[in-house]
């Protein structure tokens, strides 16, 4: 697939997502785009928002306290299929958002005739005030589906006042493309040192024979390291055993002053990094090893120090040519059990930043045993055969590379039987549960410190996985997203994620936590009664979080106050004034841990539906006449008899259980039931 075939798919199935989800076209590009600048690890979780303006305009944000960095995103268009940006387009677009912070941090933005007030940016800019003197790097980031030269983007420099470095970055189709084939194998990780590089790095082999791996010492220089970073960023830590840390300052203070203060004792303090390969090339010179080339390279360990020296190259206080690496490279011999070799080095060897148990989250068996139902759980389909299924995301980036991978036939089959709007992820899953919980604080304060949460609740509850624990995520996905096309339909101007969690919360409180999902599941929709008190809740919810906000015992800040257990706890008062769901929407009945039975169960139940009335009458006839079975028995035979004629069928599995343990006893003192 080249580059224009690429660039029509991409932008169908932007089209398309705009369509499903009655979203803007503009904004489903814009994070299209932005998720493969996530899978590159340049980012961390951006937000779209739309303003503009006539000199200041933005499509999305993203503030990364741990990392320093704020990131301010603008979609600047192509006229025509990978179109030429032109140079003045570019910086014309990088102004845009330039202007939109300096406004931002001057209170000025909706100044003007043509600045039409939005809370939603409101909000946003009261975010930007707030980093001011928090912030490292303001990275201002072009998006286009069109083409653009690499000489248009600027060197990075300091601000005005000296306090942070602004870096200007482009994201365009060919960069895009390039990242699409990198995770698609087409591109693989192969450092050719003295071509690309200008360097060979002299190296000591262990002599041991080892069978599985052959085992080397390195130096590599700091500026040759960030460079090989910058141009493929994530792919070199996918092996990496933690989802990728970004250049998170705070952690990496001391590499930082290390870099800034002594460069040249750079090597005696750092531990260095432990990387992989499937190959390696050598030359000898003087009795003297030198790597030439690596293949398929990963920094197993360490990628905290690479980020942080990629992080510093713009920085005019460290001075790289001064900075040294120890590296240990491992190349894997044994490729039957090349994966299992390389996560015992990643986990034993040591690294600058501890791991936590989170790290390895990815891997848990919680998490593992999701990913098998979503593969093997079809959607219902009414009378029809099913044809797709919910696509569980259990690592990061796992929808794309298993994409990249089809080609044809295979690759159109792939998105019939996993919809790209049947994607959830983890983050996605903390979410919903934390917001049906009744906890829509903990949602409010993020993706990343829910899902922390999360990870420490599912290590503590141990919940039993099974294909109607994944039923009941995805109808909690379902109903959030259907609560979602509610609220935006609104058109509030701001505050829709917040709006989201605290509906889905209150929902919870008037369901007891005990709404019918299967219903969800079965018909993949939410029942019209749901929606009716959504809309109810929604100018409940509103007035509640704004007009709450702004009084005097609270934050002025909505984002602020709705991360509050008391932002929470009042609403839940107000919930107290509305009425309840009745009985007919609620889950009949669930497993102790809330989940919908299990195909077993279910089985249990129709199998005593499939007695017909005439054989409860006929069984509790029987035993009457002869005295068998004890009178409660032969009473419920006979209720069961009138219920089913009234074709209703058992209110629990409890019932249904009864009702056949009556059976089994009957059978065994001699009923026989007529034909």
């Given at each position: 697939m080249n580059i224009k075939e690429f660039a029509q798919e991409f932008l169908d199935n932007a089209k398309m997502s705009a369509e499903l989800n009655g979203t803007d076209f503009d904004e489903e590009l814009s994070n299209s785009i932005i998720e493969y600048i996530v899978d590159n690890g340049e980012v961390n979780a951006p937000q779209i928002c739309t303003f503009k303006k006539t000199r200041a305009r933005i499509s999305a944000y993203d503030y990364n306290d741990e990392?320093?960095?704020?990131?301010?995103?603008?979609?600047?268009?192509a006229d025509s299929l990978v179109g030429k940006?032109?140079?003045?387009?570019?910086?014309?677009?990088?102004?845009?958002?330039?202007?939109?912070?300096?406004?931002?941090?001057?209170?000025?933005?909706?100044?003007?005739?043509?600045?039409?007030?939005?809370?939603?940016?409101?909000?946003?800019?009261?975010?930007?005030?707030?980093?001011?003197?928090?912030?490292?790097?303001?990275?201002?980031?072009?998006?286009?589906?069109?083409?653009?030269?690499?000489?248009?983007?600027?060197?990075?420099?300091?601000?005005?006042?000296?306090?942070?470095?602004?870096?200007?970055?482009?994201?365009?189709m060919q960069r895009v493309y390039q990242q699409h084939n990198i995770r698609a194998g087409k591109e693989k990780v192969e450092i050719d040192f003295p071509t690309s590089y200008n360097t060979e790095l002299q190296c000591l082999k262990m002599n041991e024979q080892n069978p599985f791996v052959d085992a080397y010492l390195a130096i590599i220089?700091?500026?040759?390291?960030?460079?090989?970073?910058?141009?493929?960023?994530?792919?070199?830590?996918?092996?990496?055993?933690?989802?990728?840390?970004?250049?998170?300052?705070?952690?990496?203070?001391?590499?930082?002053?290390?870099?800034?203060?002594k460069p040249d004792m750079f090597f005696s303090f750092n531990n260095g990094i432990s990387t992989t390969a499937s190959q390696i090339e050598l030359r000898e010179e003087d009795g003297m090893q030198y790597?030439?080339?690596?293949?398929?390279?990963?920094?197993?360990?360490?990628?905290?120090?690479?980020?942080?020296?990629?992080?510093?190259?713009?920085?005019?206080?460290v001075d790289l040519s001064k900075v040294y690496v120890p590296m240990k490279i491992s190349v894997i011999r044994d490729k039957d059990h090349e994966e299992e070799i390389i996560k015992a080095i990643s986990t034993s060897a040591n690294s600058q930043t501890a791991i936590r148990n989170s790290d390895f989250s990815a891997n848990e068996p919680y998490l593992v045993d999701l990913e098998k139902f979503s593969r093997s759980e079809w959607v219902p389909n009414g009378n029809h055969k099913p044809i797709c299924k919910w696509y569980f995301e259990r690592t990061r980036g796992q929808y794309l590379d298993q994409l990249a991978q089809l080609s044809g036939f295979n690759e159109k089959s792939f998105k019939i039987e996993y919809p790209k709007n049947q994607k959830i992820t983890k983050t996605d899953i903390a979410k919903y549960e934390?917001?049906?919980?009744?906890?829509?604080?903990?949602?409010?304060?993020?993706?990343?410190?829910?899902?922390?949460?999360?990870?420490?609740?599912?290590?503590?509850?141990?919940p039993l996985i099974t294909a109607s624990y994944f039923k009941r995520i995805i109808a909690e996905c379902i109903l959030f997203r259907t609560i979602d096309s509610v609220v935006r339909s609104k058109n509030l101007g701001g505050y829709k994620a917040n709006m989201n969690a605290y509906i889905m919360s209150a929902l919870s409180v008037l369901s007891d936590r005990n709404l019918d999902m299967s219903y969800?599941?079965?018909?993949?929709?939410?029942?019209?009664?749901?929606?009716?008190?959504?809309?109810?809740?929604?100018?409940?919810?509103?007035v509640h979080l704004t007009e709450s906000a702004s009084g005097t015992s609270q934050s002025s800040n909505v984002g602020e106050w709705s991360k509050r257990n008391d932002c929470w706890n009042r609403l839940k008062l107000k919930l107290g004034d509305i009425d309840k769901f009745d009985d007919e929407y609620l889950q009949k009945e669930t497993n102790e841990d809330g989940s919908?039975?299990?195909?077993?169960?279910?089985?249990?139940?129709k199998e005593a539906e499939d007695y017909s009335p005439q054989f409860w009458f006929s069984l509790a006839n029987w035993a009457k006449t002869r005295d068998l079975l004890t009178p409660i028995d032969r009473k419920a035979a006979f209720n069961f008899g009138t219920m089913r004629s009234r074709n209703k069928g058992f209110v629990s599995l409890k019932q249904a259980l009864y009702a056949l343990k009556i059976v089994k006893n009957a059978k065994e003192l001699g009923f026989v039931a007529e034909d």
């Amino acid at each position: 697939m080249n580059i224009k075939e690429f660039a029509q798919e991409f932008l169908d199935n932007a089209k398309m997502s705009a369509e499903l989800n009655g979203t803007d076209f503009d904004e489903e590009l814009s994070n299209s785009i932005i998720e493969y600048i996530v899978d590159n690890g340049e980012v961390n979780a951006p937000q779209i928002c739309t303003f503009k303006k006539t000199r200041a305009r933005i499509s999305a944000y993203d503030y990364n306290d741990e990392a320093e960095s704020l990131d301010l995103f603008y979609l600047e268009k192509a006229d025509s299929l990978v179109g030429k940006i032109n140079n003045n387009r570019v910086q014309t677009g990088f102004n845009y958002l330039y202007r939109f912070y300096q406004e931002a941090m001057a209170g000025t933005l909706f100044k003007g005739s043509d600045a039409e007030l939005n809370d939603e940016i409101e909000e946003v800019a009261k975010l930007i005030q707030s980093t001011k003197g928090n912030i490292s790097q303001l990275r201002i980031f072009l998006l286009t589906d069109g083409l653009t030269d690499p000489s248009a983007i600027p060197a990075a420099v300091e601000s005005d006042d000296g306090d942070f470095i602004i870096e200007w970055n482009v994201w365009d189709m060919q960069r895009v493309y390039q990242q699409h084939n990198i995770r698609a194998g087409k591109e693989k990780v192969e450092i050719d040192f003295p071509t690309s590089y200008n360097t060979e790095l002299q190296c000591l082999k262990m002599n041991e024979q080892n069978p599985f791996v052959d085992a080397y010492l390195a130096i590599i220089p700091g500026k040759t390291l960030a460079k090989i970073y910058k141009q493929y960023q994530q792919v070199l830590l996918e092996k990496n055993v933690r989802t990728f840390l970004q250049f998170k300052g705070k952690v990496n203070k001391e590499i930082r002053k290390t870099l800034r203060e002594k460069p040249d004792m750079f090597f005696s303090f750092n531990n260095g990094i432990s990387t992989t390969a499937s190959q390696i090339e050598l030359r000898e010179e003087d009795g003297m090893q030198y790597i030439t080339r690596l293949f398929d390279w990963q920094i197993v360990n360490g990628g905290q120090t690479t980020a942080s020296i990629a992080a510093s190259i713009t920085d005019r206080e460290v001075d790289l040519s001064k900075v040294y690496v120890p590296m240990k490279i491992s190349v894997i011999r044994d490729k039957d059990h090349e994966e299992e070799i390389i996560k015992a080095i990643s986990t034993s060897a040591n690294s600058q930043t501890a791991i936590r148990n989170s790290d390895f989250s990815a891997n848990e068996p919680y998490l593992v045993d999701l990913e098998k139902f979503s593969r093997s759980e079809w959607v219902p389909n009414g009378n029809h055969k099913p044809i797709c299924k919910w696509y569980f995301e259990r690592t990061r980036g796992q929808y794309l590379d298993q994409l990249a991978q089809l080609s044809g036939f295979n690759e159109k089959s792939f998105k019939i039987e996993y919809p790209k709007n049947q994607k959830i992820t983890k983050t996605d899953i903390a979410k919903y549960e934390a917001a049906w919980g009744q906890r829509p604080y903990d949602v409010c304060r993020g993706a990343e410190r829910n899902y922390i949460s999360f990870v420490a609740d599912i290590k503590r509850e141990n919940p039993l996985i099974t294909a109607s624990y994944f039923k009941r995520i995805i109808a909690e996905c379902i109903l959030f997203r259907t609560i979602d096309s509610v609220v935006r339909s609104k058109n509030l101007g701001g505050y829709k994620a917040n709006m989201n969690a605290y509906i889905m919360s209150a929902l919870s409180v008037l369901s007891d936590r005990n709404l019918d999902m299967s219903y969800i599941w079965e018909n993949q929709r939410v029942q019209q009664e749901v929606v009716d008190k959504i809309e109810e809740l929604v100018p409940i919810v509103w007035v509640h979080l704004t007009e709450s906000a702004s009084g005097t015992s609270q934050s002025s800040n909505v984002g602020e106050w709705s991360k509050r257990n008391d932002c929470w706890n009042r609403l839940k008062l107000k919930l107290g004034d509305i009425d309840k769901f009745d009985d007919e929407y609620l889950q009949k009945e669930t497993n102790e841990d809330g989940s919908f039975l299990n195909e077993t169960q279910q089985s249990r139940i129709k199998e005593a539906e499939d007695y017909s009335p005439q054989f409860w009458f006929s069984l509790a006839n029987w035993a009457k006449t002869r005295d068998l079975l004890t009178p409660i028995d032969r009473k419920a035979a006979f209720n069961f008899g009138t219920m089913r004629s009234r074709n209703k069928g058992f209110v629990s599995l409890k019932q249904a259980l009864y009702a056949l343990k009556i059976v089994k006893n009957a059978k065994e003192l001699g009923f026989v039931a007529e034909d």
